[in-house]
């Protein structure tokens, strides 16, 4: 039995081994005989989509009107308004109430003292997951005070609260909608799939052209960036609610708008809690980025640190960032636990005057104690220096193995990677791409990747499209080579399934800002930095599919194929691996978005791929060639999860199993 299964397997791979080597020998082959326009796309063949894009941009904030008022009247006053609670959230966390400026600012009230924000957090923290988060809340916000980051954290935490609330609300009705209009819901979809895809300095261009410079501009950034996961979360929410539950209502006379509102939305309460969990994560993840337009906090804290090259100030200022995400993230997911485990009324009138008091005596008491208003700066701690030593010592101590990792890694393999993809002739990545692409999905498939991978190339950015593939394929391979097996490794041993998922969670709540400190303080700008950086940020989801697939293997399988004699490792090779390959095709999916997301946010260190054009565009203000960039970014991560998807689904076909 053995033997008849592994030989169509091995003719099989020797065959995959022959097809990859018989590519490359026709990609080498063809840039030798193809004609010139075939190999390198000709000037005249390349569109000014950029021009056309920045000057319709400029058109539609300066002299488009609609009727008698202009968009950007309409805009800046928005922002205008969008302003005042950002104000008023400063004022309540950081600021106090002040009169006058200058030598006449009088502060008639304090700001909201920190002992009283931390107490109320773990008193919330306690009431909906017990001791353990409460005793984390308690930690992280005396980490914020003692290292004098508190004000920063409040700027941060007030961008975030106005951001999810207005990405809540509009996400919740656009969802709604989507539910209740199948023409709107393809709409939606498609577009919400590329908003998702599109990189974040992209999101900032436009809001600088039309919002200007600001909180408020950062705020609107951050909530289109955010709005996706929650309109996808309310669609499936509603559509998760039981038919039966909707006839009883209707049985019941309940009108269409009180079916919705006491009926769908309560039942579907439990997913929307983890789309508010997404939307949370997100939000906060994008703030950090805003802070290039204006948002401030931690995230300008950070990025003042990178360009100073102060890597004890940046990782403090990051481990802040982490702190503030870590109880944000557990607050919501045991928020969502709760809803789908039916706990409801974990609050009470005792709590909430609990909560007032907590929030107003320390606050009272930093009229005559000054303390409890603000930490003294003399005694706050830093570990800079440390940092910054230790950073000096490894570099010093170790510069020459380092050294040498980078340079055999840059030499040996990246650099011939990406000449390989740059030298390639476009006119056959486009066929190979389609070829792939019909074989896995079809025609429809393979005309939708036809149609991204041409638009990337008439764009002009096919050079720079090549070398982010080059980054994204290697740091995916890191990923894969070291996430899927731990991944399947950790899914036999139940015991660690706990921590493993814990450390995951930790993992996904770091924004991606914190990442780079370690690669570049080992490392220096470059590539390699990006690409350790990128592959440390895309390893969570690779570990977590890893072990995802090995649960959806059919016990009755395994236990069919040791009954007929096979070893654990024909088990494994013939039996879980196929079964599992769908769940496993859709992780490297998971993986590759992941990637894709950090590699505009590695541009920071000096990449040269279209991350580098979307981050140069917004230090130039050119918001054409940063939009169009942006969208090939985006191109080239939906050619990756057309081909990946439809690779999953054919896979599931096979096993007779549904995964995807």
């Not at 990442?515 to 990006?530: I, K």
Request: charged share 10%; aromatic share 8%; proline share 5%.
């Amino acid at each position: 039995m053995t033997h008849s299964l592994a030989q169509p397997r091995e003719m099989t791979l020797w065959r995959s081994h022959w097809a990859y080597i018989a590519v490359l020998l026709a990609i080498l082959a063809a840039a030798l005989v193809l004609p010139g326009p075939l190999v390198h796309l000709p000037d005249w063949a390349v569109l000014p989509l950029s021009d056309y894009v920045g000057r319709g941009l400029n058109w539609f904030a300066r002299d488009a009107a609609i009727g008698e008022v202009k968009i950007a009247d309409a805009t800046r006053a928005l922002a205008a308004i969008a302003e005042t609670p950002i104000l008023w959230l400063k004022m309540l966390l950081v600021d106090g109430w002040v009169e006058g400026a200058g030598f006449n600012k009088v502060h008639i009230a304090p700001p909201l003292s920190w002992l009283g924000v931390i107490l109320v957090t773990a008193l919330v923290a306690w009431r909906v997951s017990g001791r353990s988060l409460a005793i984390l809340a308690l930690a992280a916000g005396a980490y914020l005070v003692v290292f004098g980051l508190w004000v920063s954290a409040m700027i941060t935490l007030a961008s975030v609260l106005l951001c999810v609330v207005t990405g809540l609300a509009l996400g919740l009705a656009m969802g709604i909608w989507a539910y209740r209009s199948p023409g709107a819901e393809a709409g939606l979809r498609a577009a919400m799939n590329i908003m998702q895809t599109v990189p974040i300095f992209s999101y900032l261009l436009p809001t600088l052209l039309l919002f200007g410079y600001g909180p408020s501009a950062a705020l609107f950034a951050t909530v289109v960036y955010a709005l996706p996961p929650m309109v996808h979360a309310t669609v499936l929410a509603l559509r998760s609610v039981p038919s039966e539950t909707l006839e009883l209502a209707r049985m019941t006379g309940c009108s269409r708008r009180q079916t919705l509102w006491k009926v769908e939305l309560p039942v579907a309460m439990p997913q929307l809690a983890i789309g508010l969990n997404q939307v949370v994560m997100m939000t906060l993840n994008m703030v950090i980025i805003a802070s290039m337009i204006g948002a401030g906090g931690l995230g300008y804290d950070v990025l003042r640190a990178l360009r100073r090259l102060d890597f004890g100030a940046g990782f403090e200022a990051g481990m802040g960032i982490v702190a503030l995400a870590v109880v944000l993230d557990r607050l919501t997911q045991a928020a969502a636990r709760n809803q789908s485990t039916g706990r409801h009324r974990l609050w009470c009138r005792r709590d909430t005057v609990l909560a007032l008091a907590l929030l107003a005596v320390p606050t009272v008491l930093s009229l005559a104690v000054p303390a409890l208003a603000a930490w003294p700066a003399g005694r706050t701690l830093t570990t800079a220096p440390f940092w910054n030593g230790a950073v000096s010592f490894i570099n010093q101590t170790f510069y020459g193995p380092l050294e040498a990792m980078r340079t055999a890694m840059l030499l040996g393999v990246m650099n011939p990677f990406r000449d390989l993809l740059q030298s390639a002739p476009w006119s056959v990545v486009v066929l190979l791409l389609a070829v792939a692409a019909y074989a896995l999905g079809g025609l429809r498939t393979a005309a939708l990747v036809m149609l991204l991978i041409l638009f990337i190339a008439v764009t002009g950015y096919w050079a720079a499209a090549m070398s982010s593939v080059y980054l994204t394929v290697l740091s995916v391979a890191i990923a894969l080579a070291i996430g899927l097996p731990l991944g399947i490794w950790v899914a036999g041993h139940p015991r660690l399934h706990g921590p493993v998922q814990l450390a995951l969670d930790t993992l996904q709540t770091l924004p991606t800002l914190v990442y780079l400190l370690p690669a570049v303080m080992l490392f220096r700008n470059g590539d390699f930095s990006a690409l350790i950086a990128i592959a440390s940020y895309a390893i969570a989801p690779a570990v977590r599919y890893g072990m995802a697939g090995m649960a959806h293997v059919p016990h009755e399988r395994i236990e069919a194929g040791l009954m007929s004699g096979c070893t654990p490792w024909q088990t494994f090779r013939f039996i879980s691996l196929p079964s599992a390959l769908p769940t496993l095709i859709l992780g490297i999916n998971q993986t590759v978005m992941m990637a894709l997301s950090m590699l505009v946010i590695a541009a920071l260190v000096g990449t040269r791929e279209l991350g580098q054009e979307v981050y140069t565009a917004l230090a130039r203000g050119q918001t054409g060639p940063g939009i169009v960039a942006g969208l090939c970014v985006a191109c080239i991560a939906l050619i990756a999860d057309a081909l990946l998807k439809s690779g999953a689904a054919r896979a599931a076909g096979r096993e007779g199993d549904v995964h995807v």
